[in-house]
């Protein structure tokens, strides 16, 4: 492929990315002007953090002609910015570990992915016992009204504590859902950048299934199909990775620190009809 050919091809994928993303921003009044704002931000902290000179200390005026930006640009945006993003990420992974150890651990289910509802306190498998396994040292009244919150239990009558999410996905109001667009796309795109730049003698997994002349009917049929494919593969996984976290498994040996994973989602669109 020619560099010409190459640039075309990247203009019409980022054209293409960019769609869907402008409408979510489009459908939360956030104009042109502060996205722009938040390009000029990625770019200089990309270029600062990851295309220095090897052996040179990164520069105002290299990350100016890296990015396109002026050097008075670049000095203000290298000012670091509130780190909202890690108190997110701590209250997704909190959420999400407490639940992966409801669903398989036996003493609060038969560990195979059917959990029991259980009580608050008292002695044996409880909700204040679950919490301590598997959230660390947070208080349990805040991990109960975060479960909650975001729709992922309930509390019965009789005050027993009933899972009704199969995974840490909020169900009330729309900011924790875009952090999740946040790290769910920044994940693909990082795979994508791996297979075609990094290392594409060793791509990562990276497939998709797609027909485009489907009937609705089959299509609402694939949805229901796809989420428990899906559920059981990521629940499979998931058994498979938390045996080999050091964090849910001390015992777990081995060398290094390395976040891996494997993102699942289905996709739907109508097409025009001639």
Known sequence: MTKSNHGQALSTATLQLLRPLVRILLRNNVSHRTFAELAKQVYVEVANAEFGIPGKKQTVSRIAILSGL???EVQRLLAPPPDSRSIADKEYHRGSRVITGWLRDPKYGDGKGHPRPIPLEGRGA???????????????????????????????????????????????????????LGSDTADLIATIDHNVYVK?????????????????????????????EGQELLEKLDRWLAHRDRDMNPASKGTGRVRVGLGIYHFEEQEQTD
């Open 200 to 228: 594409p003698t060793k791509p990562r997994f990276q497939r998709k299934v797609m027909y485009d002349n489907v009937p609705v009917e089959a299509a609402k049929e694939f949805r229901t199909l796809a989420a428990a």
């Open 126 to 180: 409880t909700f204040s016992a679950l919490v301590k396994s598997y959230s660390g040292d947070i208080p349990v009244r805040a991990v109960l009204d975060e479960l909650l919150r975001v729709g992922a239990v309930k509390q019965l009558q009789d005050g027993r504590i009933c899972l009704v999410s199969r995974g840490y996905i909020p169900q009330k109001g729309s900011a924790e859902k875009l952090y999740v």
């Open 70 to 72: 002026t050097r008075k």
